[in-house]
């Protein structure tokens, strides 16, 4: 499949930013894992005519995050406990509540291939690699952002022994 060339413009109306977290610790059973979703986002692919002519570039207000499901766990995942994960997700961006990303250069295909670029997370900037694949109907770009390696401690409640683990799994489904 090949995009048709030119600016898209991206956010919730056209893709969506999907957080995936796990449980650790003692207690993860307790847990739940959790897929999270950026409601407010936008974004701008800019596509050549090759994969390394294309451009991405992305902005997330961290504090629309939202839970959309949740797996695992003691009991299931309710209303309740959504609002309360929702919170503590919303506190846990004291520094900036924003991401960006900025992409210095795309290799690969057409069908697939790889997205590296300048990630800022909680006031850090880090180089973060991305993978992309078609899907039918757009693509589907999925990678691993690591909290620590952007200076932030992943929750944790019961003294430690139920935590958030430290890598994050991101997912953005793009519609072209």
């Given at each position: ?72 766990g ?12 929702n ?12 991401l ?77």
């Amino acid at each position: 499949m090949t995009p048709a060339q030119g600016t898209h413009n991206l956010g919730p109306a056209t893709a969506d930013l999907l957080l995936q977290t796990t449980c650790e610790g003692k207690m993860a059973k307790m847990g739940h894992d959790l897929t999270i979703v950026a409601e407010d986002w936008k974004g701008t692919l800019v596509v050549g005519e090759t994969p390394e002519a294309c451009k991405l570039s992305m902005n997330a207000d961290l504090g629309s995050l939202r839970v959309r499901e949740g797996s695992g766990g003691a009991k299931p995942l309710n209303d309740d406990d959504k609002a309360k994960i929702n919170r503590n997700a919303q506190g846990a961006f004291t520094k900036g509540h924003a991401l960006s990303f900025a992409s210095d250069s795309i290799r690969g295909s057409w069908e697939s291939g790889t997205v590296t670029g300048r990630l800022t997370l909680n006031d850090e900037t880090q180089e973060q690699t991305f993978d992309v694949v078609a899907v039918e109907g757009g693509y589907k770009l999925t990678g691993v952002i690591t909290q620590t390696r952007f200076g932030l401690k992943p929750f944790s409640a019961m003294m430690g022994a139920l935590k958030l683990g430290d890598d994050i799994g991101v997912t953005v489904f793009v519609k072209l």
